[in-house]
């Protein structure tokens, strides 16, 4: 067995407190990372640490310059556990997307209807609860009984096989 990281934040920057108040729930962003030390994340959101509008498939480095801006970042990190297939599955695909990162655009119409519950489902287009829902469900790790587009960050917390192995500043997670 291998395990993949599930990454539950919060910045605590304008928008990530906006979906805060919005999900009353203390985590506004999640990723997914494929080592324990979450050296590298994958999610949904700011290319920029400086721009609301750049925004699509990223890879933040825990010791890059989003994390550096973001200091304070809160966090609670889970470990999942996977099948050696669904690990080489899961981390070729996400070496496919950053191979192809431009045609991967960050919802901003989803993460808007989410609000009221609407499903989307645009090609190519994720906000990262839906990302990292997407990745679990297509590689058979875990099966939401929702429409993906709908996941929202605390839905993570459901999966049966999660374990809590951190909660605290990200920039403390040894």
Not at 13 to 18: C, E, G, I, K
Not at 94 to 114: E, R, S, T, V
Not at 148 to 158: G, N, Q, R
Request: aromatic share 18%; with cysteine.
């Amino acid at each position: 067995m291998k395990k993949i990281y599930i990454i539950l934040m919060h910045t605590h920057t304008f928008p990530a407190r906006l979906i805060k108040i919005a999900t009353k729930y203390p985590y506004s962003h999640v990723g997914l990372s494929l080592e324990k030390d979450c050296n590298q994340i994958y999610s949904f959101g700011r290319k920029k640490w400086n721009s609301f509008i750049d925004c699509g498939f990223t890879i933040e480095e825990k010791n890059g310059n989003f994390f550096q801006k973001f200091n304070k970042t809160i966090c609670k990190i889970y470990e999942l556990p996977v099948t050696e297939k669904q690990y080489k599955k899961i981390k070729k695909h996400l070496q496919h997307m950053k191979k192809n990162q431009a045609i991967y655009k960050y919802d901003f119409i989803g993460l808007i209807l989410k609000i009221w519950d609407i499903p989307t489902n645009y090609q190519n287009r994720y906000v990262c609860s839906y990302f990292v829902a997407s990745i679990l469900q297509k590689f058979k790790v875990y099966q939401f009984d929702k429409n993906l587009s709908l996941v929202k960050p605390k839905d993570f917390e459901c999966i049966p096989l999660l374990k809590e192995i951190y909660n605290g500043y990200f920039s403390k997670y040894q």
